[in-house]
């Protein structure tokens, strides 16, 4: 089923900012705190998606360590196209321009990064219901989330721990939702690391 539910941030919006080199959330680089847990998976051959994955210097970091099954969806175009230029060799078919809401695949592992809060926040049940759905028996979304008060201002919008629990918890075993103690310095004390499991 197509995702008919129009928002305030759709394509044209995300296209029209990275045209314009709006992009104050691009930070240059991987993650520590998601570099940190990938530095901690074994098995290589883990299906990995990254959703509104932007310029993603995640897949690209998860890549050079050996992994083998990347791939990166956003609705904009542009920042497919930059991953590309920095990583000629990142395969083609594992860079998927299109809206995640009608995306059908199966992973062990989803990783957030910067997608949940870039949502208009009437989405978020269905991104919960969708991240299921992608993830196969056991599967594991992992993460950041932000933690500052949700208001009408953003993206990025916020959150708290307790509505991330009321919100993942019908879906998901919690294994992990706690401050992050190596966030960068622009977003420390307002980041949460999180490690959810398929219910």
Same mark, same amino acid.
């Given at each position: ?6 928002? @305030?941030f759709?394509k ?5 900012k990275?045209? +314009?080199? %709006?992009?104050g959330w &691009?930070? #240059?680089? +991987? ?16 299906k990995?998606l ?11 970091y998860?890549?050079e360590?050996?992994f083998?099954?990347?791939?990166? =969806? ?5 920042? $497919?196209?930059? $991953?590309?230029? @920095? ?10 321009y #299109?809206?995640?809401?009608n995306? %059908?695949?199966?992973?062990d592992?989803?990783v957030?990064?910067t997608?949940f809060?870039?949502?208009?926040p009437?989405?978020? =049940?269905?991104?919960v !219901? ?16 932000f &933690?500052?008060?949700l ?6 919008? #916020?959150?708290? =721990? ?14 992990k939702?706690?401050r992050?103690?190596?966030s960068?310095?622009p ?8 490690i959810?499991? !398929?219910?």
């Amino acid at each position: 089923m197509k995702n008919t539910l129009k928002t @305030r941030f759709d394509k044209e919006f995300w296209e029209s900012k990275y045209n +314009a080199k %709006e992009t104050g959330w &691009d930070i #240059g680089h +991987a993650s520590t705190p998601l570099t940190t847990y990938f530095d901690q998976l074994f098995n290589k051959e883990l299906k990995i998606l990254i959703p509104g994955g932007g310029n993603c210097y995640e897949a690209e970091y998860l890549v050079e360590q050996g992994f083998k099954n990347i791939f990166v =969806i956003d609705i904009a175009e542009q920042p $497919l196209k930059n $991953l590309k230029t @920095r990583f000629p060799n990142f395969p083609d078919n594992h860079l998927i321009y #299109g809206d995640f809401f009608n995306h %059908e695949e199966q992973y062990d592992l989803i990783v957030e990064q910067t997608f949940f809060c870039a949502l208009d926040p009437v989405l978020r =049940i269905k991104y919960v !219901k969708k991240m299921a759905e992608l993830l196969k028996e056991n599967g594991k979304l992992a993460g950041l989330l932000f &933690d500052f008060e949700l208001t009408e201002e953003g993206p990025p919008f #916020g959150g708290s =721990i307790k509505e991330y629990l009321q919100l993942f918890s019908p879906y998901f075993t919690i294994k992990k939702l706690e401050r992050c103690y190596n966030s960068i310095q622009p977003r420390a004390e307002r980041e949460l690391f999180f490690i959810f499991e !398929k219910k």
